[in-house]
């Protein structure tokens, strides 16, 4: 995949990212995973989902709930303590496992589940444990939706402070496979110039899909993220199991 192509990904996935959140950046790590190395694309995705994120967190700031950010962010803190000690290194079957498998997490009945990123416990719980699930598999989306669904929060409400929260997320992930390709010599990450024009097609991505957002209902936006990532999550099963078995 060249990276005019993987240029034009990312505005796609933005746009997706900024009506239904997680499933924007489930399709952007797939096509990175195929792309790049596995190191270079957990930072690339890092790096495009910052901006993507920060630029969707900036577009709806008046509905982020800064409290919940706040005590996510110690959460997260917590998580880069405890990767700064660990070495993790996956290779690309692994992560198509992994992220086939996260979307699972969506069709959970949260309702049975007594998490709120409303309550300080919860939110910091949620810091800690969707910045792992990123570091691990490179997206968390499914698993922080766990923690906002018993939340009485609008649809804008949730996309703001969600593209917030990972703002956090995205940099413990970037500073953990990033550090390692400091100083290499073949780090397989795209040239400067694809980071260059990425962000601001990030940012147009997120404006695009904040209209869509506006268009759609708190039930629709529901029911088809869930169908959306689930579709995802088949597909990298599929591509996993052909990379297991030493498929071409």
């Given at each position: 995949?060249?990276?005019?192509?993987?240029?034009?990904?990312?505005l796609?996935?933005?746009?997706v990212?900024?009506?239904?959140?997680?499933?924007?950046?489930?399709?952007?790590m797939?096509?990175?995973?195929?792309?790049?190395?596995?190191?270079?694309a957990?930072v690339?995705?890092?790096?495009?989902?910052?901006?993507?994120?920060?630029?969707?967190?900036?577009?709806?700031?008046?509905?982020?709930?800064?409290?919940i950010?706040?005590?996510?962010?110690?959460?997260?803190?917590?998580?880069?303590?405890?990767?700064?000690?660990?070495?993790?290194?996956?290779?690309?079957?692994?992560v198509?496992?992994?992220?086939?498998?996260?979307?699972?997490?969506?069709?959970?009945?949260?309702?049975?589940?007594s998490l709120?990123?409303?309550?300080?416990?919860?939110?910091?719980?949620?810091?800690?444990?969707?910045?792992?699930l990123?570091?691990?598999?490179?997206?968390s989306?499914?698993?922080?939706?766990?923690?906002?669904?018993?939340?009485?929060?609008?649809?804008?409400?949730?996309?703001?402070?969600?593209a917030?929260?990972?703002?956090f997320?995205?940099?413990?992930?970037?500073?953990?496979?990033?550090?390692?390709?400091?100083?290499?010599?073949?780090s397989?990450?795209?040239?400067?110039?694809?980071?260059?024009?990425?962000?601001?097609?990030?940012?147009?991505?997120?404006w695009?899909?904040?209209?869509?957002?506006?268009r759609?209902?708190?039930v629709?936006f529901?029911?088809?993220?869930?169908?959306?990532?689930?579709?995802?999550?088949?597909?990298?099963?599929?591509?996993?199991?052909?990379?297991?078995?030493?498929?071409?």
């Amino acid at each position: 995949m060249t990276h005019g192509l993987l240029l034009i990904v990312v505005l796609a996935t933005a746009t997706v990212s900024g009506v239904f959140g997680m499933a924007g950046g489930l399709m952007l790590m797939g096509a990175l995973t195929l792309a790049l190395p596995v190191s270079a694309a957990m930072v690339t995705h890092g790096a495009v989902q910052f901006v993507s994120n920060g630029w969707r967190a900036v577009l709806h700031r008046r509905h982020i709930d800064w409290r919940i950010i706040l005590i996510y962010g110690a959460g997260s803190a917590m998580a880069a303590g405890a990767l700064a000690l660990a070495t993790y290194e996956p290779t690309k079957a692994w992560v198509y496992l992994l992220l086939g498998l996260v979307p699972g997490l969506a069709w959970l009945p949260k309702r049975a589940f007594s998490l709120d990123a409303a309550k300080p416990m919860h939110a910091l719980a949620c810091g800690l444990s969707v910045t792992g699930l990123n570091v691990l598999a490179g997206v968390s989306g499914p698993l922080l939706d766990v923690f906002f669904v018993r939340t009485a929060l609008t649809r804008h409400q949730i996309v703001a402070t969600k593209a917030a929260t990972q703002a956090f997320s995205h940099t413990v992930k970037m500073a953990f496979y990033g550090a390692p390709l400091i100083g290499g010599a073949d780090s397989g990450m795209p040239p400067w110039w694809f980071f260059a024009l990425a962000a601001p097609l990030a940012m147009t991505g997120a404006w695009l899909g904040g209209l869509a957002l506006q268009r759609m209902s708190d039930v629709n936006f529901l029911k088809w993220t869930r169908w959306i990532v689930t579709g995802l999550g088949a597909i990298y099963l599929a591509q996993a199991a052909a990379l297991f078995s030493g498929a071409p």
